[in-house]
């Protein structure tokens, strides 16, 4: 059996959470691998959208598993809300999620730091969602991070006094006045202890490989995109773990003999949130029009998304450091009426072209675009592929052909049936 990896090509947003959804049919388990709640996965069925940040988007089919996995860092306080508000909706995810205990704590101090760090860092500010993922990914590499499973020790709590501690004095020195907030934030968080300890605390990589040495089919989720990954996206504008396929592999402990398939899921034009950069980002009314019909602000901290159009040089870079071996094209009914379309297949740089995604974020990169027809037919009630109109399916065509890869899901809608696939 096999795990197939579900993942972003660009700068996060593309629509994981729909497709994962979408997907969940076909597997027996769902497991997040990496990232926290700085993501926000949405999808919608029965006319009801709903937003995951922690949770995988499989929990609402109630027979399948669904793992939070070791590469994953849980605000215990976002986990109760998204909890609770699952039960409200008739969900018992008391019965189909786990959690590995080898995933990392976000402490209330891990938030304020966040906030204190992008406080200093001025125009080189990152954008930060501010839910503490910099600061909790900073502690587990530097050895001091707290764990899940440290709930179940003894020495929890002088473990977690020590690590506010060690904190407080960095916010000190930073004259980030915590004192008003961290008591109530602090109680908050404590008092969501309750609701993550209602779940199996569990050994993840163990469950995973006994689960597909039992013929149970997997399917890892990854959170925000390939260019925000920390090694591969525009350091350091971009998150603080491996959003990339190999993320996968340490955020689950998987075997690299079980790979299966990589979806890689593509909106049909770009966004992003938060700074850094962004070639082919549009400031006209052809951005705001994006934005609008897409409804492009975020699912986590409604902050507008930045918008412009697809970047083959990006996404041909994207499709190679994950091994994809399928695409996801989402939102491409957003793009209906346009008389053109811009896809950017070069970047000018110190007037060179180039293929080549530049290592440095401030090197000024210049897109070169070409230019095909649009469509103007309402493709968000197409069921199948020979519905789509001609010009629609040629800009599918010419992005298989530029990546080498084949298209095989098309999303025309947010809802979970507004889904063609391909074969
Ligand atoms: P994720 O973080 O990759 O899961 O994506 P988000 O949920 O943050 O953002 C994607 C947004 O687009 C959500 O509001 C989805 O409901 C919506 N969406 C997903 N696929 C489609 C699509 O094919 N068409 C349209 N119009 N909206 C979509
Ligand atoms: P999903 O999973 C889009 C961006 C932030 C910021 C940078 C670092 O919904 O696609 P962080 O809070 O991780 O320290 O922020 O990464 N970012 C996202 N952008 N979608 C996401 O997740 C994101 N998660 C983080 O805006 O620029
Ligand atoms: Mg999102």
New binding site residues.
Partial sequence: MKIDILL?LQW????????VDVLTSRYDVIARFQGGPN??????FNGI?H?LHIIP?GIFHKEKMNVIGNGVVIDPVIFEEEILALEKMGCKPTENLRISKRAHLILPTHRLLDAAYESKKGDRKIGSTLKGIGPTYTDKTARTGLRICDLESPAFESKYRQLIKAHKEILDQYHFDYSDKLPEMDRQWRASLAKLRQFPFIDGEYEIHDALQQGRSVLAEG?Q?TMLDLEFGAYPFVTSSNTIAAGAFTGLGLDPHFAGRVFG?VKAYCTRVGSGPFPTELFDETGQRLREL??EY??TTGRPRRCGWLDLVALKYAVMVNGVTDIAL?????MSGFDTINVCTAYRVNGELTDHVPTDPDIPVEPVYTTLPGWKEDI?KCTHYDELPESFKAYIRYIEEQTHTTVSIV????DRN?TIFRN
């Fill in positions: 972003g996060g947003d593309e629509g994981k959470g729909k497709v993501a926000g996965h949405s999808l919608e959208r937003v988007s959170a995109g899921i897409g409804f975020g699912a989402t939102k491409a009914d957003v968000s999303s025309v809608g947010p507004a």
